[in-house]
């Protein structure tokens, strides 16, 4: 999977239902290349195309059980991951992590809302 499918997942995953131009502006690619993409997805079935109840003009991409089941299991992968060198480090080294996490925190939480946006 391109790392542009899997991020447009996790923005699915994170944010709930988006239309594809919101999804193509927060992944940064064209309103056409995410067009493609979505399709793929849907016929991967990690994605469904629903109308929006608040205007029936307007088509959202939702995740399917099988879309967030594979987020889960890509970020249970990842923390694995983490877990598993984190534990290879000294302590002191591991107090500097922890020392750092609220930084890092507040960093991931402004970059969040400025790859998303405002939600429509």
């Given at each position: 999977m391109s790392i542009t499918s899997a991020a447009t997942l996790a923005t699915l995953h994170r944010t709930g239902p988006r239309r594809i131009t919101d999804l193509a502006a927060i992944e940064g690619v064209t309103q056409p290349a995410m067009t493609v993409l979505v399709r793929v997805l849907e016929e991967s079935g990690l994605v469904e195309r629903r109308g929006d109840a608040s205007d029936k003009r307007v088509?959202?991409?939702?995740?399917?059980?099988?879309?967030?089941?594979?987020?889960?299991?890509?970020?249970?992968?990842?923390?694995?991951?983490?877990?598993?060198?984190?534990?290879?480090?000294a302590d002191d080294e591991v107090e500097a992590l922890v020392a750092a996490l609220p930084a890092l925190a507040h960093l991931a939480e402004l970059e969040s809302q400025d790859r998303e946006g405002p939600k429509r």
């Open positions: 088509t959202l991409v939702s995740l399917t059980e099988a879309g967030a089941s594979y987020v889960r299991t890509r970020r249970r992968t990842g923390v694995d991951a983490f877990a598993r060198l984190i534990g290879e480090l």
